[in-house]
C-alpha cells in the first residue's frame, strides 16, 4: 500500500558544450543525482563522452539553434549552463534559454573577460570568466601575500575578498564601522578562530581575525590597503 508519499524528481539539466570544462561539470553533476542533458556538436566527441559516461544524455547538435533545442527537454531545465569555447554561442544558448524557454536560471562560461559586463546586461544570470577569476587570485598571491588570502568565484556580480588581519594592522583594537574601504564595499562577515561572526559595526577588531568583503570590483590592493595599513 503506497505511504502517499512520491519521490522528489532529480534536477534537471542541459550543459551545452562537451569540452573539458562541459564534461567533467557533467559527470560532476551526476556523481550528485542530477540528471542531465549534454549538447555537443562533434559527433565524434559525443560518442566518445557516451562512452565514458553511460548515465548522461548526449545530443549531438548546435544548442545555439532553437529547433534543436526544443529537442532537449530545455523547458523543464531549472538551470541551463553554456560552456564551449565560443562566447557568442554561449551568449545565444543562454539568452534563448531563458527568453524562448523560460528557465529560470543560466549560467554562462565567458571565455574574453572584456565580455562579462556584456553578458549580464544581455540577462545572463550568472557570467563565470576563469581568466578573471585567475587574474584575481594571482593578484591576491602576489600582492596580499598572507593577508589577502583568496577571491571568491563572481557570481551574480559579486566580488568577495577575504582578507587576514596582521598582528601589526593599524585596525587591530578598532571598531568595524571605523573600516574605511573602496566606495560600494561593505563587511559582509568576519571570521574568528575559524567561526562567522555577525559584522556588527561596534564589533572589535582583533589579530588574525578575517575580514570577508563584497568589493564591487575586484580590486584586492584596494581592499588590503583600507583593512590592513
Avoid at 117 to 139: Q, Y
Avoid at 142 to 154: C, E, L, Q, T, W
Avoid at 177 to 196: A, Q
Wanted: hydrophobic share 45%; net charge negative.
Amino acid at each position: 500500500m503506497s505511504n502517499g508519499s512520491a519521490e522528489p524528481e532529480r534536477p534537471y539539466l542541459v550543459i551545452i558544450g562537451g569540452g573539458k570544462v562541459g564534461f567533467y561539470l557533467a559527470r560532476h553533476l551526476i556523481e550528485r543525482d542530477f540528471e542531465v542533458t549534454l549538447v555537443e556538436k562533434n559527433p565524434a566527441r559525443a560518442e566518445w563522452i557516451e562512452h565514458q559516461m553511460g548515465s548522461v544524455s548526449v545530443m549531438v547538435g548546435d544548442g545555439d539553434e532553437m529547433a534543436f533545442l526544443a529537442t532537449t527537454g530545455i523547458e523543464r531545465a531549472g538551470v541551463v549552463i553554456a560552456c564551449t569555447g565560443d562566447d557568442e554561442d554561449n551568449l545565444v544558448a543562454c539568452q534563448l534559454a531563458k527568453g524562448k524557454f523560460g528557465v529560470a536560471r543560466t549560467i554562462a562560461r565567458v571565455n574574453n573577460p572584456v565580455n562579462v559586463n556584456v553578458f549580464t546586461a544581455l540577462g545572463v544570470d550568472v557570467p563565470v570568466s576563469a581568466t578573471e577569476l585567475l587574474m584575481g587570485l594571482i593578484e591576491a598571491e602576489i600582492i596580499g601575500g598572507d593577508a589577502v588570502r583568496g577571491v571568491a568565484v563572481r557570481a551574480s556580480g559579486a566580488n568577495l575578498v577575504d582578507v587576514r588581519m596582521p598582528d601589526m594592522s593599524h585596525m587591530v583594537g578598532r571598531r568595524l564601522r571605523e573600516v574605511e574601504l573602496p566606495e560600494g564595499d561593505i563587511v559582509v562577515c568576519l571570521v574568528r578562530s575559524g567561526e562567522p561572526v555577525l559584522p556588527a559595526p561596534d564589533e572589535v577588531i582583533r589579530a588574525s581575525d578575517e575580514l570577508i568583503v563584497y568589493s564591487r570590483k575586484l580590486d584586492v590592493e584596494s581592499v588590503r590597503e583600507s583593512v590592513t595599513r
